[in-house]
């Protein structure tokens, strides 16, 4: 986003410049075109040194499944609670084990509240316990043997 927004704003200014220096006649249109450009370049510029942050975690939780995202544009992971083998809860993220030899990370930094943050990790422990889920390499319910 850094890189396409400094790409639009020193496009933008130099067909500003070649405009008002090097023409001798002012064309509006090609004018209000570079001014847009050097706007939507300084917002992608704003966006991508986090002047604007647009970093926004999603997080969901049923009895069936759960469900986060990241950020604004990262990917939405939807994980049933059938699909995990085990979770790996550690102080920074929360690794989720699929049986399709997957692993979905849930990185706990990208949550800008520490609080909230340890309430989402602690709420998926607790959770996959309820579930039979491992955490931790712990299982909440062993399968008895018969003896």
Known sequence: MLLLGLFLLAGGGYAIVREFLWLD??????????????????????????????QDTFFSM????????????????????????????????????????????????????????RHIQASISLAALEQNVKVNGVLAHPARVAV
């Not at 050097?38 to 002047?51: D, E, Q």
């Not at 995202?69 to 990917?75: A, E, I, N, Q, S």
């Open 25 to 54: 006649a002012v064309r509006p249109g090609w004018l209000l075109a570079a001014v847009v450009l050097v706007l939507i370049g300084g917002v992608g510029v704003a966006v991508g040194i986090n002047l604007i942050p647009l």
């Open 62 to 117: 049923n009895s069936s499944q759960l469900g986060f995202r990241l950020t604004l544009f990262g990917k939405a992971h939807r994980l049933r609670w059938t699909q995990i083998r085990s979770i790996d809860v550690t102080e920074d993220r929360v690794i989720f084990s699929l049986r399709q030899e997957k692993e979905v990370t849930l990185h706990l930094a990208h949550i800008s509240d520490p609080k909230i943050a």
